[in-house]
């Protein structure tokens, strides 16, 4: 017989409202050995199962080998003509949420011609620091991969189609003032 790899992690679930739609991504943090060439912070997004409850989803999301240290995850709610941002950390056995919003830059984008989306560049483990989302799916937007020989990096850029609209985000580094 085989050894089946032990797969470990954690979940859990929440349920949405009739027309409400929760992603979550976790924000991994960079190895400090690829600091130099990449992005500090990373987005992951967790995967779900959804089970319907007459009108309303049970969302239950995964995470795979959680951090002894915890998780930090963003929560987006996306609604009709909204989308509701919170934070909150996975640790041990329960999701603690934050009061106080992570720095994230948020945009909606919107173009009557199909065009092609900010140049970003990938960790050596092929993580990104941005995530663009279909507003009507909440889809995430698979970015095309290319080598930038230049700068001897794997670069990704995400195709938008016109005449709808994304979410994107991105996770900085806090800056002093």
Same mark, same amino acid.
């Given at each position: =017989? ?6 470990? *992690?954690?979940?859990? &679930? ?7 739609n929760?992603v ?9 050995e690829?600091?130099?060439? &990449? ?12 089970? /319907?409850? *007459?009108?309303?989803k ?10 002894p ?17 919170? #934070? ?9 949420? &934050?009061?106080?919003?992570m720095?994230?830059?948020?945009? #909606?984008? /919107?173009n009557e ?12 483990? =092929? ?17 095309v ?10 670069? *990704?850029k995400?195709?938008?189609?016109? /005449? ?14």
């Open positions: =017989m085989d050894e089946v790899d032990e797969v470990q *992690g954690k979940y859990f &679930s929440i349920t949405d409202p009739k027309d409400i929760t979550i991504y976790q924000i991994n943090k960079t190895e400090k690829f600091l130099k060439t &990449s992005p500090k912070y990373t987005v992951e997004r967790l995967d779900c199962a959804v089970e /319907y409850i *007459g009108d309303k049970k969302r239950t999301f995964f995470v795979d080998n959680p951090l240290t915890g998780n930090h995850l963003v929560i987006f709610s996306f609604g009709k003509e909204r989308v509701v941002v919170n #934070t909150g950390f996975l640790d041990y056995d329960q999701i603690k949420i &934050s009061k106080k919003p720095p994230l830059k948020i945009q #909606t984008l /919107y011609k199909e065009t092609e989306y900010k140049e970003f560049a990938y960790t050596p483990n =092929m993580k990104r620091q941005i995530s663009i989302i279909d507003l009507e799916t909440t889809e995430e937007i698979k970015p991969l290319y080598f930038d020989e230049d700068a001897n990096e794997v670069k *990704g995400c195709k938008l189609k016109p /005449y709808k609209k994304y979410f994107a985000f991105e996770v900085r580094e806090k800056k002093d003032k």
